[in-house]
C-alpha cells in the first residue's frame, strides 16, 4: 500500500497545494531532530506548525513596514535619550506599547528643527506595524498634495477609504510650510474624518496659538481643527538643540567635515 508509506515527493505536494512553505522548508529537518529526540507526533506537528505561523507573522509585519511608507528606517533604541534630558524617557516607552492606537487618541510631537521628532515618530510607527497596526506615513504637505490630486481626478472617495483603513496614521512637518486655501480645507476635512476612528501622530515645531498660520490664517477653522486632534491627545514637547547641529559641532571639533544640516 503506497498511500501509507512515507513519499517525501507526496508530502511535498501537499505542503505545496496547501501553502505551507515553511512546513515545506523545515519539515525533514524538524522530523529528524523529533526522531532523535524521540518527540511524540505532536510535539512534532506543534514544532512544524509554529515555524509556519513564526513565518507568517514576520512577513506580514514586513508588509505593514513597507506599505507605512516611511521615508527612513528609525527605531526607539536607537534614540539617544541622554541627548534630550527632559524628555521623558517610561512616557515614550509606554507609548511605544501602542495603547493611544487602540484607544484612538493622537500624538502630538513638538519641538524645534533637529530635535528628534521624526524619527520618534517613524519608530512609533514602525513599532505600531509590528504590533498588527496599519500605518501611513505622509508629510502635511504631501497629504495636501494627495488630496488635491484626488480631487483633480474624482478620487476623493477612494483616498478617504484608504484613510480610513488605517490605524495610525503619521504626519510629519506640519508648519514647515504654510497650505494654501485648499490644501487647508482638505487637512481639516481630514482631520475631521480622523476624530475618533483613526490614531494621529503630528510632528510640529509650531505652539497649537500658531497653527492658523499653517492653515491659512483661518482662526475658526483651525480652533475646530485643534478641538478634533486635542480632545483624546498626548503632547510630547521636545526641549532642547538641534541633535544634527549637536552631532555636527562634534564631529568638527574632531577635525571631521560637518554634514549639511537640512
Ligand atoms: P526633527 O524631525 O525634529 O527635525 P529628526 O527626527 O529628523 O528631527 O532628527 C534629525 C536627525 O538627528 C535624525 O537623523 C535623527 O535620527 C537624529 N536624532 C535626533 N535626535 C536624536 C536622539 N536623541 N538620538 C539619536 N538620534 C537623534
Ligand atoms: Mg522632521
Same mark, same amino acid.
Request: aromatic share 8%; glycine share 6%.
Given at each position: 500500500?503506497?498511500?501509507?508509506? /512515507?513519499?517525501?515527493?507526496?508530502?511535498?505536494?501537499?505542503?505545496? *497545494?496547501?501553502?505551507?512553505?515553511?512546513?515545506?522548508?523545515?519539515? *525533514?529537518?524538524? =522530523?529528524?531532530?523529533? @526522531?532523535?529526540?524521540?518527540?511524540?507526533?505532536?510535539?512534532?506537528?506543534?514544532?512544524?506548525?509554529?515555524?509556519? $505561523?513564526?513565518?507568517?507573522?514576520?512577513?506580514? %509585519? +514586513?508588509?505593514?513596514?513597507?506599505? =507605512?511608507?516611511?521615508?527612513?528606517?528609525?527605531?526607539?533604541?536607537?534614540?539617544?535619550?541622554? &541627548?534630550?534630558?527632559?524628555?521623558?524617557?517610561?512616557?515614550?516607552?509606554?507609548?511605544?506599547?501602542?495603547?493611544?492606537?487602540?484607544?484612538?487618541?493622537?500624538? !502630538?510631537?513638538?519641538? &524645534?528643527?533637529?530635535?528628534?521628532?521624526? /524619527?520618534?515618530?517613524? *519608530?512609533?510607527?514602525?513599532?505600531?506595524?509590528?504590533? @498588527?497596526?496599519? $500605518?501611513?506615513? #505622509?508629510?502635511?504637505?504631501?497629504?495636501?498634495?494627495?488630496?488635491?490630486?484626488?480631487?483633480?481626478?474624482?478620487?476623493?472617495?477612494?483616498?478617504?477609504?484608504? %484613510?480610513?483603513?488605517?490605524?495610525?496614521?503619521? %504626519?510629519?512637518?506640519?508648519?514647515?510650510?504654510?497650505?494654501?486655501? /485648499? +490644501? &487647508?480645507? /482638505?487637512?481639516?476635512?481630514?482631520?475631521?474624518?480622523?476624530?475618533?476612528?483613526?490614531?494621529?501622530? $503630528?510632528?510640529?515645531?509650531?505652539?497649537?496659538?500658531?497653527?492658523?498660520?499653517?492653515? *491659512?490664517?483661518?482662526?475658526?477653522?483651525?480652533?475646530?481643527?485643534?478641538?478634533?486632534?486635542? #480632545? #483624546? $491627545? #498626548? %503632547? !510630547?514637547?521636545?526641549?532642547?538643540?538641534?541633535?544634527?547641529?549637536?552631532?555636527? =559641532?562634534?564631529? @568638527?571639533?574632531?577635525?571631521?567635515?560637518?554634514?549639511?544640516?537640512?
Amino acid at each position: 500500500m503506497s498511500r501509507l508509506q /512515507h513519499t517525501p515527493e507526496l508530502l511535498n505536494s501537499y505542503l505545496k *497545494a496547501l501553502r505551507l512553505p515553511a512546513m515545506l522548508r523545515e519539515c *525533514a529537518t524538524v =522530523a529528524r531532530q523529533a @526522531g532523535e529526540q524521540n518527540a511524540t507526533y505532536e510535539l512534532f506537528l506543534q514544532q512544524l506548525t509554529e515555524l509556519e $505561523v513564526q513565518q507568517r507573522q514576520a512577513a506580514s %509585519i +514586513g508588509r505593514r513596514l513597507k506599505q =507605512a511608507g516611511f521615508p527612513v528606517v528609525k527605531e526607539l533604541s536607537e534614540f539617544d535619550f541622554a &541627548a534630550a534630558p527632559k524628555l521623558n524617557k517610561k512616557r515614550l516607552l509606554d507609548l511605544a506599547q501602542c495603547r493611544f492606537v487602540d484607544q484612538r487618541s493622537n500624538l !502630538v510631537l513638538n519641538g &524645534a528643527p533637529g530635535t528628534g521628532k521624526t /524619527h520618534l515618530a517613524i *519608530a512609533l510607527g514602525r513599532e505600531a506595524c509590528r504590533r @498588527g497596526y496599519k $500605518v501611513r506615513f #505622509h508629510t502635511a504637505a504631501r497629504l495636501a498634495n494627495l488630496y488635491q490630486e484626488a480631487r483633480e481626478e474624482r478620487q476623493v472617495l477612494r483616498l478617504e477609504r484608504q %484613510i480610513q483603513s488605517c490605524d495610525l496614521i503619521v %504626519i510629519d512637518e506640519l508648519g514647515y510650510l504654510p497650505l494654501d486655501r /485648499h +490644501g &487647508a480645507e /482638505h487637512l481639516f476635512g481630514f482631520f475631521s474624518q480622523c476624530y475618533e476612528t483613526t490614531s494621529l501622530i $503630528v510632528t510640529t515645531n509650531l505652539p497649537f496659538a500658531d497653527w492658523p498660520q499653517v492653515f *491659512a490664517n483661518d482662526e475658526r477653522m483651525t480652533g475646530a481643527l485643534l478641538d478634533r486632534l486635542t #480632545h #483624546h $491627545v #498626548h %503632547i !510630547v514637547t521636545i526641549e532642547g538643540d538641534s541633535y544634527r547641529l549637536r552631532t555636527s =559641532a562634534k564631529r @568638527g571639533k574632531k577635525g571631521e567635515e560637518p554634514e549639511p544640516t537640512t
